[in-house]
């Protein structure tokens, strides 16, 4: 645990040889943008995954045996809602913007350096009023990052009107960048321009005359010759110049520093998954309002962790729209495919967020006065035939009424009893679409993890089984005393993905504390553990010694998780580092929701606390795994279960 990380960014080979031995194809860490660490020089109050200190922490996952980097939605926030499943999702945030690389004198052949003045990082990292870097200060990195682009901004144009050589090639090469990438830019940088003229306000509120976006009529006038739309657009192109290129080119240096961030996590060996939000930011909502279904909009449906569901607010895309008359893509499945596109070329693989979303979206009237009264009483968009509140959905059934359960509530997972496989097919399109486009770009089933968590309806299950997809299996949500638990590691299948906690989870030690304190759970979750862990006649013991203390049992409940049949393991940032923090408490709002970050410190705090058992000791985690094999595979790879001990420099279940 306490090898020179710098010099030596490959894991310990006993891992990697613990990890093939226990079959797990991927061992991945969970971490948004904003969490990354940043030094003290360059930090304005946010992470970001492109700067120095993120390099730095990146090749220290890589030296602890992970080879693969799960990262959130990383689409423009706007100032006032810091949740990034609500960012845009084709324009990247600009807060993640490494300001650091973009002061110095640069050179002929890196254009993007040299346009920010060191001594305004300074100040703007001097005032940042959060100097620890233990939380994001959302609000203020927004402005700091906002101050530090229009600077950059307008030392380009400078340098531009001087006919600077740097700056006649940055233009070229924003040029080209603004070009290929129009169809998202033009309206994404119009939206946020006219975002600013209104105070920043939701477009609901703006007036009428900018509420709808001049490119939404394109999607009803497919065909016709003219667009009424062009001369509004002009004069909105016209009007707000300055912005749209400021826009155009804070995108255009977000975008070549994520390149760069690709391409440096490749040579380590590490692979990133983005994460594909299931719903659209308010900008993304503007600009392609003509594909979402009037009267509608998408949340979560009552389950067993959210008995009050969740009145998300996103729009629901039609279904008149997914395909054109002659079954060739319509304007939505062009979305669709234009999203997933972009994201492969950034990405390895895609996390799919609550994927019910894409099969069997659960949608709730708009127009009633009560979000939590609507999302309540809402249906499932393909599989409500028949329903008084709902006569508006009946054609869009896929399932027809004889397919019900009308013994259960209208939610829940068995409300489809049985579907033909043409009509799986049909509830399939969008989900086929991600994973035809995956596998295009060389990828395969476990690079698309897909997050299933309380609700897996019928349509869903059907979808996800026939494409070979796994779902997330959360083991601090498991149900002690259900085998057929879903959240139980020995129900799942290889091809999930297993972890003990999630973003929207409390971690695992803080859960752990609990339990010990509280008494009786820790010695059901122990009891548990024993009999997956450890011989019988060392499972009393086992579990006397696990329901007093926290740290072991938190060891005991992930190397549970790497002993599952699962083949791929997610761990979140808290759960390796051992904070107790939470990092977002879903369904509530919250001031430090999506605030949580890595210490600055990790470096030299983590191995000793792995050490004491405080934080993440795979060596232990890994040892116990092995030996939960029995006592014929122990004894076969005794060396390589005695090297893990060793090497844990802690208790090991000895």
């Excluded at 020179?4 to 093939?20: H, V």
């Excluded at 600009?94 to 002929?108: F, H, I, R």
């Amino acid at each position: 645990m306490t090898q020179n990380i710098a010099s030596n960014p490959l894991p310990d080979p006993a891992i990697a040889e613990g990890l093939q031995l226990l079959g797990k194809r991927r061992l991945a860490l969970a971490i948004h943008d904003p969490c990354f660490p940043g030094l003290s020089a360059e930090d304005i109050g946010r992470g970001s995954p492109y700067s120095r200190g993120a390099r730095q922490f990146v090749a220290f996952v890589r030296s602890l045996g992970f080879d693969t980097i799960q990262l959130g939605p990383m689409g423009q926030t706007p100032r006032d809602d810091p949740s990034p499943y609500n960012g845009t999702v084709f324009s990247r945030n600009v807060l993640n913007l490494d300001l650091a690389s973009l002061t110095g004198e640069g050179g002929s052949s890196n254009v993007s350096g040299g346009w920010l003045h060191a001594d305004t990082l300074e100040r703007l990292v001097g005032e940042c009023p959060c100097d620890d870097g233990a939380r994001s200060v959302h609000g203020y990195a927004f402005d700091a990052c906002h101050k530090a682009l229009e600077e950059i901004h307008q030392n380009f144009k400078a340098a531009r009107a001087r006919g600077d050589s740097r700056a006649l090639k940055l233009d070229a090469e924003l040029n080209h960048f603004a070009e290929r990438n129009r169809d998202w830019l033009a309206p994404d940088a119009l939206y946020h321009a006219l975002s600013g003229r209104h105070g920043e306000r939701h477009h609901r509120q703006w007036p009428v005359t900018d509420a709808v976006c001049p490119d939404a009529a394109l999607y009803r006038h497919i065909g016709q010759r003219s667009d009424p739309c062009t001369s509004r657009r002009s004069v909105l192109f016209d009007t707000h110049h300055d912005e749209l290129e400021r826009y155009r080119l804070g995108q255009f240096l977000v975008h070549r520093q994520h390149a760069t961030f690709q391409a440096a996590s490749k040579d380590l060996g590490l692979r990133l998954y983005g994460d594909l939000q299931v719903g659209l930011s308010a900008c993304d909502e503007w600009s392609r309002g003509g594909m979402h279904l009037v009267g509608y909009r998408m949340g979560a449906p009552p389950s067993r962790t959210n008995r009050d569901g969740q009145p998300w607010g996103y729009g629901v895309y039609d279904p008149d729209q997914y395909l054109d008359g002659d079954g060739a893509p319509g304007p939505v499945l062009r979305f669709m495919l234009a999203r997933i596109q972009k994201m492969l070329e950034e990405f390895d693989g895609l996390r799919i967020d609550h994927p019910h979303g894409l099969v069997c979206p659960w949608v709730y009237r708009s127009d009633d006065p009560d979000p939590s009264h609507a999302v309540q009483h809402g249906a499932r968009l393909f599989s409500s035939p028949h329903l008084a509140d709902h006569p508006d959905l009946g054609r869009f059934a896929i399932a027809g009424v004889e397919q019900l359960n009308p013994a259960v509530p209208r939610y829940a997972d068995e409300w489809v009893r049985w579907l033909r496989p043409d009509q799986v097919g049909r509830y399939a399109l969008l989900l086929d679409t991600v994973v035809s486009v995956v596998r295009e770009h060389g990828g395969s089933s476990e690079d698309i993890p897909c997050e299933v968590l309380s609700t897996l309806p019928y349509p869903l299950a059907s979808v996800i089984r026939r494409q070979g997809l796994g779902r997330f299996r959360v083991t601090q949500k498991a149900d002690l005393f259900n085998r057929d638990d879903v959240y139980r590691s020995e129900n799942a299948e290889a091809r999930d993905w297993i972890m003990v906690g999630t973003h929207d989870t409390p971690p695992i030690w803080h859960l752990a504390r609990q339990w010990v304190e509280e008494g009786v759970r820790a010695r059901q979750e122990a009891n548990v553990l024993a009999a997956r862990l450890v011989p019988a006649g060392e499972r009393e013991a086992f579990a006397r010694e696990l329901s007093g203390n926290r740290n072991k049992l938190v060891h005991a409940k992930l190397a549970d998780v790497f002993a599952s049949p699962a083949e791929q393991v997610m761990v979140f940032f808290a759960d390796l580092l051992g904070q107790e923090q939470t990092y977002n408490r879903a369904g509530f709002v919250d001031l430090e929701n999506w605030t949580l970050r890595v210490p600055r410190d990790y470096a030299t705090s983590f191995p000793r606390a792995a050490a004491r058992g405080d934080a993440l000791n795979l060596h232990c985690v890994l040892a116990l795994a092995l030996r939960a094999r029995g006592d014929d595979f122990a004894r076969l790879h005794g060396d390589l279960i005695r090297r893990l001990r060793e090497q844990s420099g802690w208790w090991c279940g000895e």
